[in-house]
Nanobody, 124 residues
Framework: QVQLVDAGGGLVQAGDSLRLSCAAS????????MGWFRQAPGKEREFVAG????????YYANSVKGRFTISRDTAQMTVYLQMNSLKPEDSGVYYC?????????????????WGQGTQVTVSS
């Protein structure tokens, strides 16, 4: 069992930055690849970014490439999502997720554990 706690969301203006964090506890953090997803009202949950167990492989949705950076700190058992140049369309609830098995990064159903989510609202 892995517990994930998301934090760092807030209300910002377009062009601002936010740093989300996801603190893990429970089983060995380094065994899990991690991902960030987001969900806007009335829309399906969508993949934002993913990072492999060793951080050697990183993936981003096209909509956030060049603006968002995912990273992980194994010692702190934490994953981060640095979000720069935020846009109103980045608004939503952001969730971190953990997975043991290899697969499709953007397939939400393939992730084993989820955080509770943190709200990001970007005003224009």
């Amino acid at each position: 069992q892995v517990q994930l706690v998301d934090a760092g969301g807030g209300l910002v203006q377009a062009g601002d930055s936010l740093r989300l964090s996801c603190a893990a506890s429970g089983r060995t953090f380094s065994n899990y690849a991690m991902g960030w997803f987001r969900q806007a009202p009335g829309k399906e949950r969508e993949f934002v970014a993913g990072i492999s167990r060793s951080a050697n492989n990183i993936y981003y949705a096209n909509s956030v490439k060049g603006r968002f950076t995912i990273s992980r700190d194994t010692a702190q058992m934490t994953v981060y999502l640095q979000m720069n140049s935020l846009k109103p369309e980045d608004s939503g609830v952001y969730y971190c997720a953990a997975r043991l098995a290899l697969g499709n990064w953007d397939a939400a159903h393939e992730y084993d554990y989820w955080g509770q989510g943190t709200q990001v609202t970007v005003s224009s």
